[in-house]
């Protein structure tokens, strides 16, 4: 009886057994058994599925070992994520990079991907990048980006850059000068009148020797053309984007702040040039303020024990402050054989915590408001005043409209002719008028002799 009543159990318990394998994680329903004509097509249709294919991207940048290395441990972690691609990394320094570049371009060897700046629209014009539209809302997520990161890459309605960092210009503020000086630190929303008037001021309360600013005519041309609804270099058009009396009317502002007095002296600024932080009169605490992109606020903080804050750009007529800029992105190229991989790999840079934790603010802010707010709560006091400013300029630029502008054809040139100018007229040889016409007709013609 025993005996029997084992083998009974022993049958029911193999019956369960079945029933229990056979069914899908919290489904309830069994499936096929292997042998039966439906188990064995499952079996077949498992066999036929193939893998991903296995591909290989390659990617270029420019910039030292440091960032090298911080890239290429980014590039491990999409590897891990995306197994079936591997990406060689390959860089060189910012002074060869465009010419390597450029040979590769030439002989139909570039990179699936490669990073560009201001100079984007010279590849655009030459008909080597990938469009991505096809790609966003798939493989490319940029439903967090700014849209002026967005814009930045977009060329007659065609995507050809992602936005890989970005920067603000903004104007940096020696509080301690104001403290000796007794004044109010200058706040979001001012104006170029109130800029010119606390040069002056602070200049003149703090005594010889100190300066209320640079002399920033070359530097914020551009932002001033963006303020009245106009740019330095009309792509649309490939024509200069402003008039002579446009030039003319900024070029006198600084010229009257020269002889108001609060503004650094041509030869002191010939011999300490805002560009170069280590002779930065800023951070040697004799000039108050000075326009410079967000990134460069721990150089300048690094180099004083005076602490400095950042600023929004004084406003235009139109209430127009500056644009979030693009500090570098990246592109894919047209002649890639893994476009669908180049939006993978672009979509992990910008959106993916990993990324963000690991490349950091190397190539300029993240340009998606997750991933700064996701830096900033681990991010050192320097940091947290970038952060905090950077987003303030992304959310006045969901109401004011600012023109992006690009670089001319012919940058290097057209900055030198800038540069020279204000030289000239700051140490008298040519007047406002006279020298800002030399300099138009000449920007026209290095334009037109670069088309």
Not at 117 to 126: C, I, S
Not at 272 to 283: A, C, E, F, L, R
Not at 298 to 320: C, E, F, R, S
Request: aromatic letters at 8%; charged letters at 20%; hydrophobic letters at 40%.
């Amino acid at each position: 009886m025993k005996k029997a009543w084992l083998i009974t159990a022993m049958a029911m318990m193999a019956t369960g057994l079945a029933a229990c394998g056979g069914s899908d994680s919290g489904s309830g329903s069994s499936a096929p058994a292997t042998g039966t004509p439906a188990g064995t097509a499952a079996a077949t249709a498992a066999a036929t599925v193939k893998p991903a294919e296995q591909v290989e991207l390659r990617i270029m940048w420019w910039g030292d070992q440091k960032r090298a290395d911080r890239t290429n441990e980014a590039l491990r972690i999409f590897e891990q994520k995306h197994p079936n691609i591997k990406v060689v990394g390959e860089f060189a320094p910012s002074s060869g990079y465009f010419d390597k570049l450029n040979t590769q371009i030439a002989s139909g060897t570039a990179p699936d991907a490669f990073f560009l700046g201001g100079n984007v629209v010279d590849y655009v014009t030459k008909g080597v990048l990938l469009d991505m539209n096809a790609y966003v809302g798939k493989e490319l997520n940029l439903s967090d980006m700014d849209k002026s990161m967005i814009q930045y890459g977009t060329f007659k309605e065609k995507l050809y850059h992602i936005s890989a960092g970005a920067n603000a210009r903004g104007i940096v503020v020696n509080t301690e000068l104001f403290k000796k000086a007794g004044m109010e630190l200058p706040k979001d929303g001012w104006t170029w009148a109130d800029y010119a008037r606390i040069s002056k001021e602070i200049s003149g309360k703090l005594g010889k020797d100190y300066y209320g600013t640079y002399d920033y005519t070359v530097d914020g041309l551009g932002i001033y053309m963006g303020q009245n609804d106009k740019m330095v270099y009309d792509m649309d058009k490939n024509a200069i984007g402003f008039e002579q009396k446009d030039a003319e009317n900024w070029f006198n502002y600084w010229a009257d702040m020269r002889k108001a007095g609060g503004i650094v002296t041509p030869e002191l600024q010939v011999a300490n040039p805002p560009g170069d932080t280590s002779k930065s009169m800023i951070v040697t605490g004799k000039v108050a303020m000075g326009l410079i992109a967000s990134n460069q606020l721990v150089a300048h903080q690094n180099l004083t024990k005076d602490q400095l804050i950042l600023v929004q750009v004084p406003v235009g007529t139109n209430g127009n402050g500056v644009v979030f800029e693009s500090s570098q992105g990246l592109s894919g190229y047209a002649k890639t054989k893994h476009p669908k991989e180049v939006a993978q790999l672009m979509n992990f840079w910008i959106n993916d915590p990993d990324a963000a934790k690991i490349l950091g603010n190397d190539r300029g802010v993240p340009v998606t408001t997750a991933m700064r707010d996701l830096l900033k709560k681990e991010a050192n006091p320097v940091d947290q005043i970038i952060y905090d400013f950077c987003n303030r300029v992304s959310e006045a630029n969901k109401t004011r409209q600012v023109k992006i502008s690009y670089n001319p054809p012919g940058n290097a040139e057209y900055t030198k002719l800038l540069e020279t100018t204000v030289q000239e007229i700051s140490f008298g040889r040519k007047d406002v008028k006279k020298g800002v016409e030399d300099f138009y007709n000449g920007a026209v013609k290095i334009l037109n002799n670069n088309k």
